[in-house]
């Protein structure tokens, strides 16, 4: 594997997109370290495929800088960047057969040995044998490996992936996750990630940038986004949380202090994006455990008083909607492990959680309790998001 | 009788549908028929004897052969010129916006929706006030000028179904603009193209209308049949006939082998 150095980090700087007077992608910077698996994670229209767009010279920034390592590509055209795509929908050339899509890029290069080198690359897509046959002859899956082979075989400096898995079934991507990810700690190529599906995002990449309206909300490891996020958006799209409505109080004691319904819930400082004003208390459903009353709940947790409005059985847990005495309905993830008995739809309970998995979000003056997923829509095909 | 309702209940659809593909395809047997009959009298269209004669004898009847070959030439070289220039205007069509794009579209049916005597006599107007002396030039350019839309119309039909991505993945796989046409546009317009062209070609060959009222004393094939109508048409015509049926029908088989081949590989 190549070790991560400068010298390929793909770098956006001040990237803004308009397309009339739409603007697509806002003010955008962001940095792609050498031989990483990088997700732009966001909903149809958020401007992840345009910044993809622009990465590949398919489309052109209105202003801003795209640099490969110290070169400046921003203005090249497609065909003379070291960057190759995986194209939504794959866009396999359907007059030739896997063998010449796959050689495509390498006979425009004049490059020779084709034969060598491209028996070589579906060997590691496992098509071997597949050489003679149209794309609409191969299965959505194969298609895929195709397209993934036919941008590989060129060896980019960064490899591009719009929705790569988004006309498989549910399966097959799975299996298409691990492959992908093995091929990338396998070829060392920088992957640049685009995608709606969180969990896709967060199985894959080692960084994620969750992208709204043409600007990143956040960036950082998977498991940073999920445990801390730090927007209400963030929260709500990477997962699922629950956001109550609070003020804070400042800090006392390495904890901010925040009031919300007539209660007061601490924080750790270091869990807090905001120690002051208005705030979003949240909680992963999966934080918090139901219990009886308010005598179970283990020290040093904080709670909330409720009711079960609804509980649905998925396997893996049991999710419960626990009603509040203000009228919220908080979402509970128990796990399945057989160490509780499962709860009937209309007991008390007490749900709680212990502060070190609360956080403290700024909240808009006026904004009330979240707690409902933001929808994510697979991205109609053909439209610009 | 409940057996037989159901018969035909089953059969009706396939009965009518014979029954229209009869309609068609008669009057084509009649001079696939009359290609082999030795003519009782000049006026005569009546089967009289079966005779390969008039096969082998082609050329027999005075200019019969030197007014195909001039359709022949005038059909090919329309094609050509018709198939490039309405080509490249599809393609400006479908791929670029620009200011009376969308008049151009419209215009672009003038042609085919008005009437060919109207064209006609309004394209003789102009030749002759324009001072050019009507003949094979005249023919040709009128020629040119019906089969554009046509070809415009085909052509574009075939880009708009061909995915545009297809385009920016071989731009992104370091094909040059001019290598992504060679390489990816034009493989996947060809057919459209070809359509396009043996459209062309069908056109002008049997354009009699808009050829008449320009051709002044050249005699193309459909003025030929006119003609040789007041003193009885030769049966060698019906060999034309016959021929050019022939000639068509091989075409489709040929394209729809080809097709069923690449089909079955699929299994």
Request: charged share 20%; proline share 5%; net charge neutral.
């Amino acid at each position: 594997m190549t070790n991560p150095s400068e010298a390929g980090d793909l770098r956006l700087s001040h990237v803004t997109k308009r397309f009339g007077p739409f603007t697509a992608v806002d003010d955008l910077s962001l940095t792609v370290p050498q031989g990483s698996f990088f997700a732009l994670l966001g909903a149809s229209g958020c401007g992840k495929t345009t910044t993809l767009r622009m990465v590949a010279g398919l489309e052109e920034p209105t202003t801003g800088e795209v640099r490969l390592g110290d070169r400046d590509i921003t203005r090249l055209r497609p065909y003379q960047r070291p960057v190759n795509t995986v194209f939504q929908s794959y866009a396999l050339f359907p007059h030739l057969d896997v063998f010449e899509n796959v050689a495509f890029g390498l006979r425009r290069r004049k490059i020779r040995e084709v034969r060598s080198q491209v028996e070589r690359m579906l060997a590691l897509v496992q098509l071997d044998g597949f050489t003679k046959r149209r794309p609409a002859e191969l299965s959505g899956g194969q298609q895929q490996r195709v397209a993934l082979a036919r941008a590989l075989i060129n060896h980019p400096q960064v490899l591009l992936l719009d929705e790569p898995l988004g006309a498989l079934d549910l399966k097959l991507r799975r299996q298409m996750q691990i492959e992908l990810k093995r091929i990338q700690t396998e070829v060392g190529i920088t992957f640049v990630h685009v995608t709606h599906d969180q969990e896709e995002a967060m199985t894959m990449a080692d960084t994620v940038a969750v992208m709204s309206a043409g600007k990143i909300e956040q960036l950082g490891r998977p498991a940073e986004i999920y445990e801390y996020p730090a927007t209400a958006f963030v929260a709500n799209f990477l997962g699922q949380s629950n956001l109550l409505a609070g003020e804070a109080a400042g800090q006392s004691g390495g904890d901010v202090l925040v009031s919300a319904y007539d209660q007061r819930f601490a924080v750790p400082a270091p869990r807090a994006r905001a120690d002051r004003g208005e705030v979003f208390l949240g909680v992963r459903p999966e934080k918090l455990g139901l219990v009886a009353g308010e005598a179970d709940v283990p020290a040093g947790h904080q709670s909330v008083r409720g009711v079960i409005t609804d509980s649905s059985y998925v396997g893996v847990s049991t999710q419960y909607l626990v009603r509040t005495g203000w009228g919220t309905e908080l979402a509970v993830f128990a796990p399945n492990s057989g160490a509780a008995a499962p709860l009937a739809v209309g007991s008390e309970v007490t749900a709680h959680w212990s502060p070190e998995h609360a956080f403290v979000l700024h909240r808009e003056p006026g904004e009330g309790d979240r707690t409902t997923p933001v929808l994510d829509t697979p991205d109609a095909v053909g439209v610009v998001s | 009788m409940h057996r037989i309702r159901r018969w035909v209940a089953d059969h009706w659809v396939l009965a009518i549908g014979l029954m229209v593909l009869l309609y068609l395809f008669l009057p084509i047997a009649v001079v696939a028929g009359l290609s082999f009959n030795r003519p009782s009298s000049r006026l005569s269209y009546d089967f009289n004897e079966f005779t390969t004669e008039n096969w082998t004898n082609l050329c027999g009847p005075a200019d019969l052969c030197a007014a195909v070959g001039r359709s022949a030439w005038i059909g090919l070289l329309a094609t050509v010129a018709a198939t490039m220039l309405g080509t490249l205007m599809a393609f400006a069509l479908a791929r670029h916006r620009f200011r009376g794009r969308a008049a151009t579209n419209l215009l672009i049916f003038l042609p085919m929706a008005t009437p060919e005597l109207v064209m006609g006599t309004s394209l003789l107007a102009l030749f002759t006030s324009a001072g050019l002396q009507l003949g094979f030039v005249t023919i040709l350019i009128a020629h040119i000028m019906f089969c554009v839309s046509f070809v415009v119309v085909t052509v574009k039909a075939r880009l708009a179904g061909m995915d545009a991505r297809l385009e920016e993945a071989a731009m992104d796989l370091y094909a040059t603009p001019a290598q992504t046409f060679r390489r990816v546009t034009l493989p996947l317009v060809l057919p459209g193209i070809v359509a396009a062209a043996l459209l062309a070609f069908s056109l002008s060959f049997d354009d009699f209308i808009i050829t008449n009222f320009n051709s002044g004393n050249t005699v193309t094939f459909p003025m030929y049949v006119w003609g040789a109508n007041q003193r009885g048409i030769p049966p060698q015509v019906n060999v034309v006939g016959t021929a050019m049926f022939a000639v068509a029908l091989l075409l489709v088989l040929a394209t729809n082998v080809r097709g069923r081949r690449r089909g079955a590989r699929v299994a």
